[in-house]
């Protein structure tokens, strides 16, 4: 497994919080959207670069879901074992660079 | 003998059938996946997957469906003689009149033809249509479009007679959405956004772009109001440059296969080409494209400030049109007017 991270920017980071806040859940893009109110065209990039990093896996619905639905199949996204315990770190060295940032830019505050 | 490893990809099968299946059974339907395993190594589906996973899947279907042990091996065998170098002797002689029998009408069945067949024989490529349709988003747009009308117009008749609505509805379903998504036929409301969706989709690599496109058809249906797909949509264009991108990072290689990847590529370029020539021919094609974007960005820059929405409309046009004359004189495109076309 891959080291690699992807770059933690703040839409990444609304993304890997909201699928880690319950690991076992499947969410579709749709959903993903609604819920960290980013938009479609940023969510989808960074679903395909988890996945490629191997942190997310994805799968279609189950037919006796979505037939009945009378709807397309649905995408189901869900974090890998891997993906999860990585994001969870990920998310981890993001916050704390956050606060040092802010602890920096108090101190130079303070200074001036 | 190989030894029985717990994680081998048919373990799952067995599990299932160990209630039904005495141990004499269970020995030969793992003897059929390990032959199917031997002769398909190094074959890879469309998906970029193990061949293997194709007849394991028809034979899990086949179990699911309570069928007998003669046919889950002949699931499990069904393309060695067809899509391998193996004889049809070799199965015989190890597997028995019965699955060999099963597995070489299989080969030989063609859709459409006499309608005599045999029931068993129409209910394995049942469900090895219903794993193909599953998987079909990695199959050349052409051919998902063929297979599609062919199973409506064939299978799915099929599937009723025999009286299995389970397997005949979700042919249906995976077909006509197939069709839908390729074509942008019925599914009221959206079909203009899929459209466009459609056409942007062409900047994805060709082996994501099927699959891309049946995961947005369902999630269009999502949102309630038109304006939320709307705007699903438009945002989904901004960002399929990005998408491109990422899709095309090494590590998508094994999914999107190196080789198979390079083609698309270089199709991609042909076709980009192609379409571009054929739009530029024409007084009336560039402007058919170039007119709603046009209004578009005028639309956006009006909401934000009037006075800029003026200044574009007057100079985003000319710049347009220079650039236009600029491509074709570029691409040695010579323009025709459209109504002297005959």
Not at chain 1, 32 to 55: K, N
Not at chain 2, 159 to 185: K, M, P, Y
Request: hydrophobic residues 40%.
């Amino acid at each position: 497994m891959s080291r690699k991270m992807p770059r933690m920017t703040l839409p990444t980071q609304l993304v890997l919080g909201e699928l880690i806040a319950e690991p076992t859940r499947r969410i579709h893009g749709f959903e993903l959207c609604a819920a960290t109110g980013q938009p479609s065209g940023t969510v989808y990039p960074i679903l395909a670069r988890l996945e490629g990093l191997g942190w997310l896996e994805s799968e279609w619905e189950e037919p006796d879901v979505h037939v009945p639905a009378g709807r397309p199949r649905r995408r189901y996204y869900q974090l890998t074992r891997d993906g999860a315990a990585q994001a969870k770190i990920a998310l981890q060295a993001a916050e704390t660079s956050r606060l040092k940032a802010a602890a920096r830019l108090r101190t130079a505050g303070a200074r001036s | 003998m190989t030894p029985r490893s717990p994680h081998s990809p048919v373990e799952p099968l067995l599990a299932e059938l160990s209630g039904r299946f005495g141990s004499a059974e269970l020995d030969q339907v793992r003897g059929a996946y390990e032959f199917a395993a031997r002769w398909h190594q190094g074959q890879l589906r469309k998906s970029g997957d193990p061949y293997i996973t194709h007849p394991l899947a028809v034979a899990e279907a086949a179990a699911a469906a309570r069928l007998d042990c003669i046919m889950v091996c002949a699931a499990l065998l069904h393309d060695v003689v067809e899509d391998t170098d193996c004889e049809p002797e070799l199965v015989r002689d190890q597997f028995g009149d019965d699955v060999a029998d099963l597995v070489e009408r299989l080969s030989a069945f063609r859709l459409g033809a006499a309608e005599r067949d045999d029931d068993r024989v129409v209910i394995l490529k049942l469900l090895d249509r219903l794993h193909n349709m599953r998987t079909i988003e990695y199959v050349e747009t052409g051919k998902q479009l063929t297979r599609s009308r062919e199973t409506l117009e064939l299978l799915v008749p099929r599937a009723r007679r025999l009286g299995w609505a389970v397997v005949a509805d979700e042919l249906e379903e995976l077909a006509q959405h197939r069709i839908d998504v390729l074509t942008g036929d019925g599914s009221g409301g959206i079909t203009a956004t899929l459209c466009a969706l459609r056409l942007g989709s062409l900047v994805l690599p060709a082996a994501a772009r099927g699959r891309y496109l049946e995961e947005w058809a369902a999630e269009l249906r999502t949102p309630a109001d038109r304006h939320g797909r709307r705007r699903f949509a438009w945002q989904l264009i901004l960002g399929l440059p990005r998408l491109s991108v990422m899709l095309r990072s090494p590590r998508w290689d094994a999914r999107y296969a190196g080789t198979a990847h390079r083609i698309a590529a270089s199709r991609l370029t042909r076709w980009g080409c192609k379409a571009l020539h054929w739009l530029l021919r024409s007084d009336v094609r560039p402007w058919a494209l170039l007119g709603p974007l046009t209004a578009w960005i005028v639309l956006q820059t009006a909401q934000g400030n009037a006075g800029s929405a003026v200044v574009t409309v007057i100079t985003l046009p000319p710049v347009l049109a220079t650039a236009v004359t600029w491509l074709r004189d570029r691409l040695g495109v010579k323009q025709r007017r459209d109504d002297d076309r005959r």
